[in-house]
């Protein structure tokens, strides 16, 4: 409408004025992305996104996401300037691994190689002998193992279990979970299944081993893209955010693509499919970001110190990925 067409070209003005590029996550919503498209930012997985802003010339970064994800992108690009449309924007994995009880946990069996999940404060980065995201922990996991190496594995416990499974490596789990996938139905999957028999089933590794079971291809967020776009099926069933079928569509437009049910199959699921830290990031508050009148509200600092011990295991993970 009016006001949506009039905030974004605000948004694209502000965007020249102030040097910045717009970087959105694929679980943010379908007109966010399509902003960032348009604007010549990009929309990727957590990964992509740092890597994508720390490379870009643009003097300042407005990520549209979840708050470790803007983090990431200070922690890497210090000298830019790293907005957020609101700091609000969290995620339940990160919230679930407070860095006292974690380092305590790590502490408890020092002969351990601490691993940790990209969704995590810059605190516990810091404390971790590596970081890695879904799209790269499998064949990091499988490196330390080769190295007879013992790990420490946190926060989502989902996707340590389907890694320890895949690769036999010995991982001591922290308790965490998104409440995203965490949600998703084997049952009710199965059900479905039923109904769309020639249907190719894309899994993200966050959700339950009983959903994971039932896929034909589990993988990270740019890997269930690619699955999509790749594989013969006409139909797919789709267990991660909601947000993804704007890329996965474009990826693959002549295919049918179903999301995976939720928690009592969408009568009493709680996120349904859609993270709602995630669906903060509305174009009112990316204008607000941008204009930055309460840097509280919108900037992220990351104390030095802590940054340069984050790096390390960032930069690991680069490297390796290179
Ligand atoms: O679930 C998330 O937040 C994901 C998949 C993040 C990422 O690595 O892109
Ligand atoms: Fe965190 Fe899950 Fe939201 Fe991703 S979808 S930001 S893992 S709560």
Redesign the pocket.
């Known amino acids: 409408d009016e006001a949506k067409a009039e905030s974004k070209a605000k948004i694209k003005q502000l965007l020249k004025d102030k040097d910045a590029v717009l970087v959105a ?3 943010t919503d379908p007109e966010i992305q399509a902003l960032a498209e348009e604007t010549g930012g990009c929309v ?4 992509e ?1 740092a890597r994508f802003g720390r490379d870009h010339p643009a003097k300042t970064l407005i990520v549209a996401g ?1 708050k470790f994800m803007g983090e990431t992108s200070k922690i890497l690009s210090p000298d830019k300037t790293i907005l957020m449309p609101t700091l609000e924007a969290t ?1 339940s ?1 990160d919230l679930g691994c407070p860095i006292d009880t974690f380092s305590e946990f790590c502490d408890a069996h020092p002969d351990h190689t601490v691993v940790v999940y ?2 995590t404060s810059a605190a516990v980065k810091a404390r971790a002998d590596w970081v890695v ?3 790269i922990a499998l064949e990091i996991v499988e490196h330390l193992d080769s190295q007879d190496k013992k790990m420490i594995w946190g926060p989502d416990r989902h996707l340590g279990s389907y890694i320890a499974k895949q690769t036999g490596a010995d991982m001591l789990m922290w308790q965490g979970e ?1 409440i ?2 965490d949600e998703f139905q084997a049952k009710a999957l199965r059900e479905l299944k039923k109904i769309h028999p020639n249907a190719a089933v894309l899994v ?1 590794p ?1 959700s339950p081993a009983s959903v994971v079971e039932l896929a034909d291809a589990v993988g ?2 740019s890997q269930l893209i690619k699955a999509a776009q790749t594989m013969d099926n006409d139909t797919f069933i789709v267990a ?2 909601k947000g993804i079928f704007y890329k996965m569509q474009q990826a693959a437009p002549d295919k049918n693509l179903i999301a995976a049910p939720t928690g009592g199959n969408g009568a009493t699921c709680k996120s349904c499919a859609h ?1 709602p830290w ?1 669906a903060m990031n509305g174009l009112k508050a990316i204008e607000s970001a941008l204009e930055n009148k309460d840097p509280s509200q919108h900037e992220i600092f990351v104390d030095d110190t802590l940054r340069l011990d984050a790096l390390k295991p960032l930069d690991r993970m680069l490297d390796f990925a290179a």
């Not at 990727?44 to 990964?47: A, E, F, R, W």
């Open positions: 996550h694929y679980y990727s997985d957590s990964l996104m979840v995620c994995l990209a969704n995201t879904s799209s998104c995203v996938h993200h966050e990270s967020t991660t955010d993270c995630m």
